[in-house]
């Protein structure tokens, strides 16, 4: 056994001395070789999928450093325009710069995590806060505790929602690191890299859960124009957050066949939210403001059915001029005119709806001769009073006066004849 | 006496004014060789010392066909005395060019093989460039074989 081990390494010694003297090598080749091997290994860095493979690298490096050391001369003459050192040093660049993206994304996953916890906290928390305001609007008694109560209750889901939906959009930023982001397409080692295994169904649910929260939350109440710009903001960056960083989670965490769909729904629920929402929500709060002060207009949720609510509701009250009381008419005309559309409407919400264009100029002034009309109708001008009056005046008054002078100039000359 | 003097002082003054500057030394040798495809053209282009001719000629005068050059590999290198060595693929013969007045000058034509080099590579070894071919090894200067025919 041993005798036959001596014999192979003397084979093995034969063959090398063999192959050393009878090929020689070209300076050419030797520098085509480093070079295929130098970017064989900045090939490993750039693939690496964990820091164990890059880990692994760092032997390759060494290896190779060691092996072409004694073409170090060689290799600095011909590895224009760098040198046999500035090529390693090179390698070692690339090697920390990638070592980085895996710290990074590590620290960005426990990020994550931490993230999550506070997620799903605020979810309950928001979740009850709904369930709190539905019930409260659905049994809404009308003291001023409960309104002051349910005030209070929008104001901190509102503020809830501004927190988690920031924390949502903080842990989409961390799943997808900015080297990721840059990528239109993730490669499988790009994809085990980024991709936290414990629990990630929750990561595209979070991202629902947001934004059918938000959506809730539109629904259970009225805002006004300023709270609404806030919202719009909100969605705003939510949504840019999700056209950067989505895809690309919908591709790492979705399965294969659910992918498609995902997208489809995230996207479908984006444009509830966005267009639908809060469109029902300005004209619900616009219909909620005519309500609080006693005015129960036809439902509306675009600008002409809100015009045709306005004349429907005024049409009736014309019609019932001396079926009502003209008292209550008149108070009817007061809430509705000066303390809803003259007080909030025209100067809150009408010039949100214009910019927005969820209203015309020519919308907003066929509203306000319907008022008019109405206005005309309650109070009749009183022209033909005066003109009554003034006939009277010329008629009866102008005659008598004349007639009375008249009298006394005869009279008076009756007197002069007397006493001539 | 006095014109021999003036012819002296004639011929000091022609030479003078013929004497050409040189700057010496230089080295002109390229530390590896340059392995250059040949384009459709027939033309070969280097972009680390930025230089390009048309190599149909050489191709010619080894293979006697003007077509030779199709999907073929130069090798050149360099001496130190700024020669090109120039073989390929089956080539018989080295060539030795001298850059001069914007073309390539044939200097030397080296015989190296009766049958054909297979897998030529050239070597800098200054003060001589060796030529290698599998397990043959030669060393050549523009003259020729060093230590043998020249």
Known sequence: MKKQSLLKLAVTFLTLMFAQSSFAQSDYEIVQNFKAKHKEIEKQIKDASSLEDLTAVVTEIGRLKQEYVEHKELLDKSLYPV?????????????????????????????????????????????????????????????????????????????????????????????????????????????????????????????????????????????????????????????????????????????????????????????????????????????????????????????????????????????????????????????????????????????????????TAKQKDEVEMNIEEWKSELYPSKLWLYIVIWLVIVIIIIPAVLLIRKRKKSDGKNNNVVNE | MKSAVILVLFLIGTFTACSVLTLTPANFAWPIESVLKVNDEGEVSEERYSFSFDAKGIYYEEFQDSLAYLDRELRIIRDVQGYYFITGVKFKNVYVFRAYDGAMVLNNKILISESGVQNPAFNQRSPHIELIDSDKKLKLTHQGIEGGDK
Request: hydrophobic residues 35%; without cysteine; proline residues 3%.
């Open chain 1, 83 to 359: 040198n046999y050192n500035r090529s390693f040093e090179k390698l070692n660049a690339a090697y920390v710069l990638r070592q980085g993206d895996f710290t990074t994304i590590d620290v960005l996953k426990t990020e994550v995590i931490e993230l999550e916890q506070q997620v799903e906290f605020l979810n309950r928390i928001n979740n009850e806060l709904l369930i709190k305001i539905e019930d409260l609007k659905a049994h809404r008694k009308k003291d001023k505790k409960t309104i002051a109560e349910l005030e209070n209750l929008i104001t901190d889901l509102r503020n809830s929602l501004r927190k988690r939906d920031k924390l949502v959009v903080d842990m989409m930023d961390n799943l997808m690191p900015p080297i990721m982001r840059e990528k239109a397409t993730l490669s499988p080692e790009d994809k085990s890299t980024v991709r936290r295994e414990e629990r990630k169904e929750d990561v595209l649910q979070n991202v629902k859960i947001s934004i059918r929260d938000n959506i809730r939350f539109l629904e259970a109440t009225s805002l006004n124009p300023d709270d609404i710009k806030d919202v719009q903001k909100q969605q705003g960056q939510f949504s840019e957050t999700w056209k950067a960083i989505g895809p690309n989670l919908v591709d790492v965490y979705a399965d294969k066949s659910s992918k498609a769909y995902l997208l489809k729904e995230i996207d479908s629920l984006f444009t509830q939210w966005y267009d639908k929402s809060v469109d029902q929500n300005v004209w619900r709060s616009i219909s909620d403001e005519f309500k609080a002060k006693g005015i129960n207009l036809k439902e509306f949720n675009y600008a002409e059915e809100f015009v045709h609510s306005i004349k429907l509701f005024i049409e009736d009250e014309i019609n019932n001029l001396g079926v009502k009381s003209n008292d209550a008419s008149k108070k009817t005309y007061v809430n509705f005119t000066d303390s809803t559309w003259f007080a909030i409407v025209k100067p809150m919400w009408v010039p949100y709806l214009i910019e927005g264009g969820l209203l």
